[in-house]
């Protein structure tokens, strides 16, 4: 069986690559630490996003586990433009995954990547992953496994977030566990 842990940013200070976490945030990133305890993890993947490594890092030190930071994982980007109706914006990009904003990157791409990231965790030699990602393409990742979620489930993801998909057999099961801890 294999264990693959979604886990969405902490709170951060902005949406650019390298907007770091809030003070709440690092509060949260060492809550994580907490909350994985009774966890195994063999290796953790994360988006190179400064607010997405600084989530996990008390983590992988307190297991001395190495980072490795994957592009895949970075955010999906909406569009190079600032929106005022951005959530609008973002709702159609899920009703037409094909849609693309001025400088953004269309759902069916971010979906692309998020396949390739969850294929590439499956062949692996080990059975207890870690993801960090941020929401929308948080949101891609378990898609794969249930193509229903969608925009109004991103909309409910809080900062941090923790989603848990067990792989056995060709069945799946994914749960949202940082809810359950709260």
């Known amino acids: 069986m294999k264990t693959i842990y979604v886990v969405r940013h902490a709170k951060a200070d902005g949406q650019h690559f390298d907007a770091k976490l809030t003070e709440s945030g690092k509060e949260q990133a060492h809550l994580l630490k907490s909350f994985f305890k009774d966890k195994q993890i063999e290796i953790i993947y994360s988006s190179p996003f400064i607010r997405a490594i600084e989530t996990i890092k008390p983590l992988a030190q307190e297991r001395g586990l190495q980072i490795v930071e994957d592009a895949r994982l970075g955010e999906r980007v909406l569009s190079s433009e600032m929106f005022p109706d951005w959530q609008d914006k973002l709702q159609k990009s899920f009703d ?61 993801m809080s900062n941090p977030d923790v989603f848990e998909i067990t792989v056995e057999n060709e069945k799946t099961a994914l749960r949202r566990l940082w809810e359950e801890q709260r």
């Open 96 to 156: 037409d995954f094909e849609l693309v904003y001025e400088g953004g990157e269309s759902q069916t791409s971010g979906m692309k990547r998020a396949q390739e990231m969850i294929q590439h965790v499956l062949k692996l030699q080990v059975n207890s992953i870690v993801l960090v990602s941020h929401g929308n393409l948080s949101t891609l990742l378990l898609r794969y496994f249930d193509q229903k979620i969608g925009f109004k489930d991103l909309m409910k």
